[in-house]
């Protein structure tokens, strides 16, 4: 069985300043998709991505892939209270055959 | 565009009464569909996937049953719910071709149950 883990839990910052969570295994993925999901909404999309060591950028959010493929992190640049959310990670398994395996999620609280 | 629509948004059921939640996708065709429950804002515990019409492959032994009687209907179903089913269901759908490893979910808006 695939596990990812994620880390930290929970972190409460204030605005302005960086941060990075982390989702591990001892296992290879084929890609690695990472969500943000906010109060009483479904998870969203933010990033896909696919290759040993691909770093994404999506604003003042840095995605990175680790080069074994078994990692990633996502680095928060000048938090702001909208980035306020459960982040989860998600791999996609080698085989294909089935569905995608979550992170049980980083909860993140930026203070104004 | 594809859109997904889950409903009912919140639902309040006695302990032994049934319940049925139902899911639909416009816009695409041959979804793979899913059902996932979410406890206390946490990580996503998969229930159900579908991957065609009458197709159904169960991740979790419980008290739930799912459906797909139509090619972008999903239906999660209990005959007896239990206070354990308590929880926050999410009901999404991805690319039906190509595997499941690099295709996005699209989720819904999710069902808050609470079993009294």
């Known amino acids: 069985t695939q596990l990812l883990e994620q880390s930290p839990q929970f972190l409460s910052i204030q605005e302005g300043e960086n941060l990075t969570v982390y989702c591990n295994s001892s296992?290879?993925?084929?890609?690695l998709q990472w969500y943000r999901q906010e109060p009483g909404e479904g998870p969203v999309l933010l990033v896909t991505?696919?290759?040993?060591?691909e770093v994404k950028k999506l604003k003042r959010l840095t995605f990175q892939f680790g080069d074994a493929r078994k990692d990633s992190s996502l680095h928060i640049t000048a938090a702001q209270p909208g980035d306020t959310g459960l982040y989860l990670c998600?791999?996609?398994?080698?085989?294909?055959?089935?569905?995608?395996?979550f992170g049980k999620g980083t909860r993140l609280s930026v203070i104004a | 565009s594809q859109t997904i629509h889950q409903w009912p948004a919140t639902l309040v059921q006695p302990v032994g009464s049934p319940l049925s939640l139902e899911c639909t996708v416009e816009?695409?065709?041959?979804?793979?569909l899913y059902w996932y429950r979410q406890a206390a804002g946490r990580g996503l515990q998969l229930l159900f996937y579908?991957?065609?019409?009458?197709?159904i492959s169960s991740e979790v032994p419980q008290n739930l049953s799912a459906s797909r009687p139509q090619d972008r209907q999903f239906i999660l179903s209990s005959k007896k719910l239990l206070l354990s089913d308590s929880g926050f269901y999410l009901c999404?759908?991805?690319?039906?071709?190509?595997?499941?490893?690099?295709?996005?979910?699209?989720f819904g808006n999710g069902t808050r149950l609470t079993v009294t």
């Open positions: 999404a759908w991805s690319r039906g071709v190509g595997g499941f490893q690099n295709s996005p979910l699209h």
């Open positions: 296992s290879v993925f084929s890609s």
């Open positions: 991505v696919v290759t040993g060591g």
């Open positions: 998600a791999g996609g398994p080698l085989s294909g055959n089935t569905p995608l395996v």
């Open positions: 816009g695409t065709s041959n979804p793979n």
């Open positions: 579908s991957v065609g019409i009458g197709q």
